[in-house]
């Protein structure tokens, strides 16, 4: 097992059959050095940095009725609320104040927020805040949309494919989804010049270890900037309630292997990370991730915007979760730093 952790280390690369291994059962003597290996070359490229970024989760209705999805249109019980652009601002005025130089407006895909909403919002925010980086996660969109926001002034887009297999897609998403058109978005994104942000859940319904090593295989294709990854957590208003939660140690693996596949990549260390375990996120950066995200949405809303159940911090304050994530950082040895952090990837 360790000369295929060298190899994976030395080529950035497996066989299929070697990615299967390393995916199953491993001894704790060898997930140590998968760990270490990862450790070496995070440290080589970002040294002891943790990119922070400002997460304003700021609406929470959604179009879209995704199996696995706390915010699904389906869920009568979830308490829907929409932030207002004034509501927004001073979120970042906030995150500014606190040092964020980035700021991820995520939502659900709520038709409320057309261009003509969002492209000004882009833009006062570019306006206000020079020194920053916008990234924005409200899923599919077309080219024309997703250009007139770039050309506002948003930098970056995350948009997990979720899982690059067109069968097992099916599986976690109504029929009128699919994959096609999430890796068509993304590879629009690509070519409009945002840095992207791809990922998948780990341990999502019906997922295997052939899924697994295919989502390794597309993000070998599409190179993103950024990959974010995190266990599926099931919600009690979901088809998916009663399916299992993904794997911890599996997920801190999968870290570990994405940042010897990927020297560069931006990796967080995600709330559903942190939300299965109460070291998750210190260990996903043990495990070779940079990034945090601790949350900047207003506390009142918190609580509402639930993906899954048990989520963490929905009751602090911006201030608490980011010194909250100061502190966590030192202890196992690193530091968050304020600046945009950029990938280093072209
Ligand atoms: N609407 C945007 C989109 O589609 O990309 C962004 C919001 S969406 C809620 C953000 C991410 O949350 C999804 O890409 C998905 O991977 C994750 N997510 C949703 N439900 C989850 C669950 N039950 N457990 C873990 N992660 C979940
Ligand atoms: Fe739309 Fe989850 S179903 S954000």
Do not use: W
């Not at 070697?18 to 040294?47: I, K």
């Not at 038709?111 to 306006?127: G, H, Q, S, W």
């Amino acid at each position: 097992m360790k000369t295929m952790i060298d190899k994976l280390k030395e080529t950035c690369d497996l066989t299929d059959d070697e990615f299967a291994l390393l995916l199953g059962e491993l001894s704790p003597e060898d997930t140590e050095y998968l760990f270490a290996a990862a450790r070496d070359v995070r440290e080589r490229e970002y040294g002891k940095d943790v990119y922070l970024r400002g997460l304003i989760e700021f609406t929470n209705y959604c179009k879209n009725n995704c199996y696995y999805c706390g915010i699904r249109c389906g869920n009568r019980n979830a308490e829907r609320y929409r932030l207002t652009e004034e509501q927004i601002l001073s979120c970042c005025e906030q995150g500014h104040a606190l040092g964020f130089r980035t700021f991820v407006l995520q939502g659900g895909e709520d038709p409320y927020y057309t261009d003509e909403c969002m492209v000004p919002l882009v833009a006062e925010i570019r306006k206000r805040f020079p020194d920053c980086a916008i990234t924005l996660s409200i899923g599919e969109r077309s080219r024309e949309s997703y250009q007139a926001l770039f050309d506002a002034g948003a930098d970056r887009y995350l948009l997990r494919h979720e899982t690059a297999n067109e069968q097992h897609y099916a599986m976690l998403h109504p029929p009128e989804l699919s994959i096609r058109n999430r890796k068509e978005c993304l590879f629009i994104l690509r070519e409009i010049g945002y840095q992207i942000g791809a990922g998948m859940m780990v341990g999502a319904p019906g997922q295997t270890t052939e899924y697994l090593i295919d989502d390794l295989r597309f993000l070998q294709e599409l190179r993103p900037h950024m990959i974010g990854i995190g266990p599926f957590i099931p919600h009690k208003d979901t088809p998916f309630r009663d399916e299992p939660r993904g794997s911890y140690p599996l997920t801190l693996r999968l870290l570990a292997i994405l940042r010897l596949m990927f020297p560069k990549v931006l990796l967080p260390a995600t709330t559903a990370l942190g939300t299965i375990h109460p070291l998750g996120r210190e260990n996903g950066v043990l495990a070779g991730a940079n990034v945090v995200m601790p949350n900047l949405s207003p506390t009142n809303v918190r609580g509402k915007y639930l993906l899954y159940d048990g989520k963490i911090c929905t009751g602090d304050e911006a201030a608490e979760c980011h010194s909250c994530m100061e502190r966590r950082m030192e202890y196992i040895g690193y530091q968050v730093v304020n600046s945009r952090g950029d990938s280093k990837i072209e």
